[in-house]
């Protein structure tokens, strides 16, 4: 089956540095690609949609300045958390639609950020 | 490390029958567990969670689901369904800090007239 790699799965690192997490399509090539935050206990977040060769759309909320995305081929989408702070330490997990079964949605494992 | 299992990647039911959504789990530490669903060209949307306390979580549009521990499940069920419960619907489960979210594999719902 379709499956989504996402890497780190973890990653510390210092206040004030920048995190760039990868998300990608191994056997299928993903157009569009989504960006979730995960808060403890809390409903999955949507942060952005990512559309392969074209700006990302941000929700409500969610400073693009700060969590960059790019998706410069249809198989990688990239989030880079830019000047991280402790509150930024998070869940992160992406998905992705593989279009030849119809739109079925697919997720990475995730990546757990913590910013000291 | 944990996992999820949905085991019925589709599951067709004529309108106004009861149906359930079979989700089980795997987790060496104490989880959280969710029920998404997503409509046609939607995001993703919470059913329902399952933190502590009853076992028997109630959630939005008539679904319920409970939580097994001795069975490690977490179904869903709805008595009634209707055509616009047609959407593929995701089981989820954190640890116990409420972190590292996994994903099972999905279940469409098809929902016959």
């Known amino acids: 089956g379709a499956v989504v790699s996402q890497h780190p799965s973890w990653v510390i690192c210092k206040s004030g540095t920048s995190v760039k997490i990868e998300c990608r399509s191994l056997?299928?090539?993903?157009?569009?690609m989504f960006w979730y935050r995960q808060f403890p206990k809390q409903s999955l977040m949507l942060m952005a949609t990512?559309?392969?060769?074209?700006?990302?759309?941000?929700e409500q909320g969610v400073e693009k300045d700060k969590f960059l995305i790019n998706h410069a081929s249809l198989t990688l989408s990239t989030l880079t958390v830019t000047s991280a702070h402790p509150e930024d330490s998070s869940f992160y997990i992406c998905?992705?639609?593989?279009?030849?079964?119809?739109?079925?949605?697919?997720f990475g494992s995730g990546t757990q950020l913590s910013v000291l | 490390a944990q996992s999820v299992t949905q085991l019925d990647s589709q599951v067709p039911v004529f309108e106004e029958a009861p149906v359930e959504l079979r989700c089980n789990y795997s987790?060496?530490?104490?989880?959280?567990l969710f029920w998404y669903v997503q409509y046609p060209n939607q995001g993703l949307q919470l059913l329902l969670k399952?933190?502590?306390?009853?076992?028997l979580v109630k959630g939005i549009n008539g679904f319920e689901a409970e939580f097994n521990k001795s069975q490690t499940s977490f179904h869903l069920r709805k008595p009634s369904v209707h055509i616009s419960d047609t959407a593929e619907y995701f089981c989820?489960?954190?640890?116990?800090?409420?972190?590292?979210?996994?994903f099972g594999g999905g279940t469409r719902l098809m929902v016959k007239p």
């Open positions: 998905s992705a639609r593989d279009p030849r079964a119809t739109e079925k949605l697919f």
């Open positions: 056997d299928f090539q993903a157009t569009t």
């Open positions: 990512s559309n392969e060769g074209s700006k990302a759309t941000y």
């Open positions: 987790s060496s530490v104490s989880v959280y």
């Open positions: 399952y933190l502590s306390g009853s076992t």
């Open positions: 989820a489960v954190s640890d116990g800090a409420g972190n590292m979210l996994t």
